[in-house]
């Protein structure tokens, strides 16, 4: 099993890793696309933050039906 050195910061390691076990770089030289993740993150947040916001609102409407008392 061959030692490859990191492009990046100079780690050395195994030929069948991946990614640098320091930096994270590709240690194949070929560095993969950020794409995959930014997209990831992208339709993560436009999924996560209307849930949130539901949720939010939800959480504070039942608080306020709960705390607010039913004074007429
Ligand atoms: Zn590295």
């Known amino acids: 099993m061959a030692l490859v050195p ?7 390691n195994s030929s ?3 990614i ?3 930096c994270e770089y590709p240690v194949l030289g ?5 794409w995959v993740k ?5 339709l993560a947040l436009i999924f996560v933050i209307p849930l949130a916001l539901y949720t ?3 959480v504070s409407n039942q ?3 709960l ?4 004074a007429k």
């Open 16 to 18: 069948q890793a991946e």
């Open 67 to 70: 705390s607010s008392p039913s």
């Open 63 to 65: 608080t306020n039906k």
């Open 56 to 58: 939010i609102g939800t």
């Open 6 to 12: 990191c492009k990046e910061c100079g780690t050395l």
């Open 38 to 42: 930014s997209l990831a993150l992208l």
């Open 20 to 22: 640098c076990l320091s």
């Open 30 to 34: 070929r560095p993969k696309t950020n």
